[in-house]
């Protein structure tokens, strides 16, 4: 253990500010709910976009198909079982469970995104708390929950995302605690948490830095010899090798995949990527704006002052790991993708914003005349609580409005293609659905939009347009395609481009819709 870092400096600081925990968290889970206001008027059929809709209709295949958790099936696996490469299908499962003691209902899969989503609040602050003192641990649970990002992710339905990050900084906090007291049971809890942040999503490794760091922190330059650093690397890592082996292997076995291994070049970024300048200035503004928003990202740059003068290596590392995970993620920062790649950021950038916050209150204390005038500090405090209330209004609106208008669009047509898709198909058939998002790639590069399988509630076939030859469509027509669909996203392209494909099916099969979306019955 270093001079520089001893466990006293996980202690709060001088301040005689104090705010119970009991206190603390029911402040943090009151403004969590009131911030979630949109969702509640609509909790009866929350789940929109694609990664939600993926893992609703995993959970969907669990409830119908028997709960075999080892091998999580998706909708457009083709008349196969539908097994597919991802990663542990932990919240599909658990809401199965749910629809097993509930009934199917949408509304339960926002049970555990909005569970995980306040987790980390709750974990920000209690790191916060522990690190810096109450009032940091306040300001940092408050950055978390209305962050305009994490509100969403929240909100829409299941995400890979907030459990990974829930897992992964509560191991974080457990093993800090195990720094300074050398407790046993937070060693093997932090150890199995990460252990489950990885097996959520595999990008988790970035927390690897911390925990080195941790372990250099606790047995000095030694840890190499110490047999506890092997074992709880065993812990964290074993499980994680096993699933994604087994993962692996169904991917190979059926051929569908999340883009773990198989596909998985789609997020990751390349020489082109990580030398565009573009995506570095619409990353920072998506950070400054909608992810920490202006007014908790000058609490994380006053904070990082400090932390840099304070030579705080445990939040330097963190920041050095969520910088690492950005980069090698930065292809799927360029969209939508962004929401859930940089909510890493949140904990720890948080929790600096959180002693900037708490630092710059005790100043401002120590100026003359604030203490002994009441006068002044409940005007004081009054305008800052509505400086957060339209700073996160104002931001979650510029975010939904502009940054997500896009995807937004590109969603709500693919649900509506969905629905008529359950109104005008057979029940229990089997379809194609097509549109152009991956045009120019091959069933083993592309990833495949869930949202129409979900929305229509059948199983089936997902073709770029580019691929759908009538030779291919045919060759699946025998497999047991029913119906050929057009997303309603792709309407254009497909009516410009594809005017052959086009006439084709209108010489061989019936149109019976072509509004919003179009679907060409497939039986002669």
């Not at 099936?73 to 599909?92: D, K, N, R, T, Y």
Request: net charge positive.
């Amino acid at each position: 253990m270093t001079a520089t870092d001893t466990p006293t400096a996980s202690k709060p600081p001088g301040f005689d500010v104090r705010i119970s925990a009991t206190v603390s968290t029911g402040i943090l889970l009151a403004v969590y709910l009131l911030a979630h206001w949109e969702l509640w008027g609509r909790i009866s059929a929350p789940t929109f976009g694609w990664r939600p809709t993926d893992l609703a209709g995993i959970a969907i295949n669990y409830y119908r198909n028997g709960f075999h958790f080892f091998y999580p099936q998706v909708m457009w696996g083709g008349a196969g079982a539908g097994h597919v490469e991802m990663e542990l299908p932990l919240q599909s499962f658990l809401t199965a469970v749910l629809f097993k003691v509930f009934g199917q209902h949408d509304a339960l899969s926002e049970v555990f995104p909005l569970a995980f989503g306040f987790g980390i609040v709750w974990v920000t602050a209690a790191l916060g708390r522990y690190r810096f003192g109450d009032v940091a641990g306040l300001a940092a649970g408050l950055g978390v929950g209305l962050s305009p990002t994490q509100l969403h992710i929240t909100t829409y339905g299941m995400w890979a995302d907030p459990p990974m990050v829930f897992f992964g900084a509560l191991g974080l906090y457990w093993l800090l605690r195990w720094t300074d007291d050398n407790s046993r049971w937070r060693l093997w809890a932090g150890a199995a948490a990460i252990a489950l942040a990885i097996l959520c999503k595999i990008t988790a490794l970035y927390v690897g830095f911390v925990v080195l760091y941790l372990f250099v922190r606790r047995y000095g330059q030694r840890f190499v010899l110490k047999p506890t650093t092997w074992l709880v690397a065993a812990v964290m890592l074993v499980p994680a090798v096993l699933w994604y082996s087994h993962a692996y292997q169904m991917y190979l076995e059926d051929g569908n995949t999340f883009g773990i291994f198989a596909a998985g070049s789609l997020k990751f970024g390349t020489k082109s990527t990580l030398t565009d300048p573009f995506i570095y200035k619409q990353t920072a503004i998506r950070v400054v704006f909608y992810h920490l928003t202006p007014l908790v990202f000058l609490g994380f740059c006053y904070g990082c002052y400090l932390s840099v003068i304070r030579r705080d290596r445990f939040v330097l590392a963190w920041l050095a790991g969520i910088t690492v995970h950005a980069l090698v993620a930065f292809r799927g920062l360029r969209y939508a993708g962004h929401i859930g790649y940089l909510l890493t950021i949140l904990p720890p950038c948080c929790l600096v914003a959180g002693l900037g916050f708490q630092t710059a209150f005790a100043e401002l204390r120590q100026r003359p005349g604030y203490r002994s005038r009441p006068s002044v500090r409940v005007p004081l405090l009054a305008a800052f609580a509505l400086l957060v209330v339209v700073n996160t209004a104002v931001m979650y609106g510029r975010f939904n409005n502009r940054d997500l208008a896009f995807e937004t669009a590109l969603w709500e047509g693919k649900r509506l293609t969905g629905l008529k898709v359950g109104e005008l198909t057979r029940p229990g058939s089997l379809i194609i659905v097509a549109d152009h998002e991956m045009d120019g790639l091959t069933p083993k590069t592309w990833m495949t939009p869930p949202d129409v399988f979900f929305f229509g509630d059948r199983r089936g076939w997902y073709f770029a347009l580019s691929w759908a030859t009538p030779e291919r469509i045919e060759d699946v027509r025998a497999k047991g395609a029913e119906y050929f669909v057009v997303s309603a996203n792709s309407l254009f392209q497909y009516v410009n481009q594809y005017s052959t494909l086009d006439a084709y099916l209108n010489q061989h099969y019936r149109k019976i819709y072509g509004q919003e979306g179009i679907i060409y019955d497939l039986r002669r």
